[in-house]
Structures are given as C-alpha cells and as structure tokens.
C-alpha cells in the first residue's frame, strides 16, 4: 500500500497574526512559517501505519510558491520517503488545489490520502472533501482514530455530538484532527538525510488545472477590538459585577 | 434567486443550528427552501414547514439517510441544487464534511464560515483564527455557502406553513459504512447555544477537578466547555473543546477557569458579550479579552464564586 500525504505550509501557529495596513491581507514577510498544525498529525499516522509494516510508501505533496518546499522537507524528515511539490505562485483555492491533487492522485495511484482537515490560515476546511468528491472517493473526515484492515479503514471521527465511528473502502481520503496523534520531531541526522530524498518538482502549468481563484478577496481587516475589562479584586466582588454590573447572572 | 438550506437533525427533531441558518439564507434572499434528507423525518419536515421564513420543504426519505453519510447526501442535493442560486448549511461538523463535497462536484469554489450577509455574492468571513476578517466576493454562477450559527440568531419557530414535497432520493453509495455515534448524554444546555458558558483548561489539573466547574454549572444553568489542552490531557470528551478547532461559542457570559488564552481558544469565545477570567497567572493572554478578570487561585476561587451565587436570591436561568 501507498499513502500520499498533502501538507500545507501555513503562518506559525504561534505567530500573532497582523493585517496590512493596506487591507490586502496580513503581514507574512519576516514571518516564522510552518507546516500546517493538523497536516503534521497527517504525516505522523502514516509514517506510523508504514512503521507497522501494512503499507510500503508514504509521499508528500505540497501545492505552492517554492518556500513551500520545506513542509516536504520536514514530512521527508519525519519518515516520508518521497516527496511532490507542485509549484503554483498566488492565492490558489481548496477547490483548485483539490484539483491539482486529483492529477497527483492519477498519477501516484496511492491507496490512502491523508491531510489535515483544515489549514490555520483560510480556515476553510475544505480540500479533503473536495478531493474524495472529485475522485469519488470516500471521505473519513476529522479523525481522531484510525484502524487500518485489509480493505478498508475504521475511522473514530470527532464530531459536534461526541465521537462517530464509520468504515470506509479503500481507497479512501482521510482528514486529520489534532487529536489524531502526538507528531514527532526531527531528529538532525534525519534532517540530514532527508535532504538526499528526492522531492519531484511539477510546474502547475503542466498538469492543465483551472487555478484561478473564483472568490475575490475585497479586503482584510482587523477584527473588532474588545474594549479593555478591568481586574477585580475578590470573588465576591467579581459575582456582585457580574449581578449587578454586566447583569448576567 | 433563491436558496437551498440544507437541514441539520437527528431525524427526530432539528438541530437549532438549523434555524440559525436560516436566519442567514434569508438574508441571502428571501426565497429559502429547506432540504431535509433522513430516514423517517416527516416531523423534522414539520417543525421547518412552520418558520415563517421557509417557502418550501423537500424531503428525502430513506433508510440509507439515517447516519447522515456525506457521500449518501451528496448526489441528492445535486439533483435538487439546479434551481437555486445558493446552496447553505451550517458551519458545523455536518456542515463542514458535507458542503465541500457537493461544491467539488458542481465546480464551485466554496465560502466557508460566515459571519455576514452583505449582499447575495459578498461576504464576512473569518480567517486566521478570527484574527482578521475577510470581505469576499465569489464570482461562481452558483453559490455554495456555510455559516457560523452564532453569528446568526435562529429564525422564528411557528406561524408558517410551508409546503412539504416529498421526492425521491438517490443510489446508496455504499463504501462507506456507518458503525456507531457516541453521544455523550447531559441534562446540560448546548454548548453551542448555552447562555453562560463555563470552561476550564489544563491549569483545573485533572478531569475530577471539573467537578468544581459543574457544581457552578449546575446553579448557572450554564454548558461546559474547555481548552484543547484539557481534551488532550484527558480532563472532558472532545464534544467540550472551544476554539478554532474546536466549538465556537457566543454566550452572554464565559468564564474561563485556569485557561491561559491560546490565539486558538480565544477564537472560539472572544465574541461573547461578557467574558470572566479566572487565573493564577496574571500575564495570562486571556485577561486582554476579559470583561472582569481574576487573578487568583482556582481551587480557592471556584469554591468561594459556588459560595457567592449560593448567597443571591435570584439567579439568571
């Protein structure tokens, strides 16, 4: 079996995210950027289910200008023996990006695919969806458990109610959650090594995929500032504010 | 113009996240069909046939809707989807798995989340974990949109009477099977629509310790939530995390208990109209968002806020 993983290079999670003045977007220049948080629990279960002996090949896949290189490089670090970047410059959409890992997908033939179920920068929680739709696919969506049988994966999803357990053929398309696994770090040695790995660069021109964005963004702004609160002192005076003051309870 | 909702429901009664999409669908334009695909849901078709705001509803009965499988949905909406402008569903975990499958398969690029109608092709949503806030316009023909339920208040409940059209559904897709939900049973209000929200994250130091939190809980009337380092730690379930992962809540009053404020958990309550903080580090990012913080103890100051409210002669249910 072969698992092809999409990562996604996103800004740091811990970055404190600034708009532009401008309202063209938000600041990225001089920005830590990593991999895409859930993308990394992506890559994790299948350097794990590899590890166990059911399947042969993890790939890494990335859609992006050519800085976005370094998640492939981390994913090959981390136990993922090849590595695809698909070089596309600008604001490109899930659904394009679907569309260009369906080309992959043709390509590859990888019996799992695995990517984390949303990316922290658009927010959009959609890629996934979209690609097991395009291929006709199943979706597991959101896993936070995955049990890897002979044709098929039982899938424990986080949902609104609780938690939900389904069965999917293979293949199938698998969205991450955070709760998925505990990703591992590099080593050093492995970050050497995995510079000898091959990573395969494709120009987007040549996999003949409409990537023009549909959706224009107008503008980016702050979000609504919260007026500053104040500090109290006691319990009993934080319940009378909150009776008599805000009147909430 | 007109739009197509996409009812959320447990085949016996509609989730109220239902009525809050409406709300927005009816910004959208004032013709709003609801679709709703189960297994025996003439009753879910009622209640939506009585909100004024409803035109039409569509119901697609059969067995093999019961678990609410994306893949099983997906080719009835498409089916249904040719005579309206906009496609919408709530920006929850059913929403989420459901919406981008049906917008793949029609060529749309999807607008995810919401937050506000500003004309029938542009929209507010949130990006960066609701650190900025997006207008775009999507220049598909047709529309496929999810909301955020909090941003929208839920439309009226009775006084319509739409009509119900019952239609027949499409093939069984199969390959994906359900096995089982795990709900987790509470007398407790909905965390997604509570009007006090009280959540503790990894400082409450242990699940038992959450018992503080329910004992105020229990006199507020008020739903439980928590940190993402609190699920992780194993403290409370999943169906309990707030943030940008997780819930995103918009009660009258959150208190957050021993939760230092990751840009991840604020984006899942700073829109909440009064937000207390409680914690022993007063450098906490939670406090830049707090109404009223408290830096204090938790062990101490959970037991004395259970003896404050005990001490009131009314309390907001």
């Known amino acids: 079996m072969k698992i092809l993983v999409a990562v996604k290079r996103v800004i740091d999670y811990n970055v404190q995210v600034r708009v532009k003045d401008d309202g063209t977007g938000v600041v ?61 410059d600008g604001i490109i959409e899930p659904l394009a990006v679907s569309k260009i890992l369906q080309k992959i997908v043709d390509k590859e033939k990888p019996d799992l695919i695995f990517m984390g179920k949303q990316a922290i920068d658009d927010d959009c929680n959609q890629t996934g ?14 896993a ?26 293979i293949p199938a398309i698998v969205t991450c959650d955070l709760r998925l696994n505990e990703p591992r770090y590099a080593s050093l040695p492995n970050i050497m090594k995995a510079k000898k790995k091959p990573l395969e660069q494709i120009n987007v021109a040549d996999l003949e995929v409409d990537t023009k964005p549909r959706i224009e963004q107008i503008k980016v702004e702050e979000p609504p500032k919260r007026k500053a609160g104040i500090k109290v002192g006691s319990v009993a005076e934080l319940v009378q504010k909150l009776k008599n003051e805000a009147k909430v309870i | ?32 069909d609801v679709l709703v695909i189960g297994k025996d849901v003439d009753a879910v078709s009622k209640s939506i046939s009585v909100v004024p705001s409803v035109k039409k509803v569509i119901q697609v009965d059969n067995e093999i809707y019961e678990n609410f499988l994306a893949e099983n949905y997906t080719p009835v909406i498409i089916k249904q989807s040719e005579n309206y402008s906009h496609l919408v569903c709530s920006a929850n975990t059913f929403g989420k798995n459901l919406m981008p499958r049906v917008a793949a398969l029609l060529d749309i690029s999807q607008v995810s989340d919401i937050i506000k109608v500003i004309s029938q092709d542009t929209f507010l949503r949130p990006i960066y974990a609701g650190n900025a806030f997006a207008t775009v316009r999507s220049n598909d023909k047709k529309k496929c949109i999810t909301i955020r339920p909090t941003s929208f208040d839920p439309a009226p409940t009775t006084g319509g009477s739409a009509e119900i059209v019952k239609v027949e559904g499409a093939e069984d897709f199969k390959i994906t099977k359900f096995i089982k939900r795990e709900e987790v049973k509470s007398d407790r209000p909905e965390l997604g629509t509570a009007r006090v929200v009280i959540s503790g994250g990894r400082g409450m130091g242990s699940g038992d310790n959450f018992k503080l939190i329910s004992a105020i809980a229990d006199k507020l009337n008020a739903a439980i939530g928590a940190s993402r380092a609190a699920v992780d730690a194993g403290y409370i379930t999943n169906d309990h995390q707030v943030g940008q992962t997780g819930k ?43 109404d009223y913080g408290l830096e204090a103890d938790l062990f101490e100051a959970l037991p004395q806020f259970l003896e404050e409210i005990n001490k009131l002669n009314t309390i907001q249910k």
């Open chain 1, 28 to 88: 990225t220049e001089n920005v830590k950027m990593s991999t895409n948080p859930p993308d990394d629990n992506a890559i994790e279960e299948a350097v794990k289910i590899k590890e166990s002996g059911k399947v042969k090949e993890v790939v890494a896949v990335t859609v992006g200008e050519d800085k976005a290189q370094e998640t492939v490089r981390k994913a090959l670090a981390v136990g993922a023996d090849r590595g695809i970047h698909v070089k596309v």
């Open chain 1, 129 to 142: 969806q979209m690609l097991a739709a395009l291929l006709n696919y199943p979706q597991a969506t959101f």
């Open chain 1, 144 to 169: 936070s458990k995955i049990e890897v049988k002979e044709k098929s994966l039982e899938v424990t999803r986080e949902v609104d109610e609780g938690l939900e357990t389904i069965e999917v053929n």
């Open chain 2, 1 to 32: 113009m007109s739009v197509l909702l996409i009812a959320e429901h447990n085949n016996k009664e509609v989730k109220p996240f239902t009525f809050n999409a409406i709300t927005a669908a009816s910004q959208i334009d004032q013709n709003v």
């Open chain 2, 248 to 290: 995103v809540v918009v009660p009258d009053l959150y208190i957050a208990v021993g939760i230092s404020g990751a840009i991840q958990h604020l984006a899942g309550m700073k829109e909440s109209k009064i937000i207390v903080a409680i914690n022993k580090d007063g450098e906490a990012p939670i406090f830049s968002v707090a």
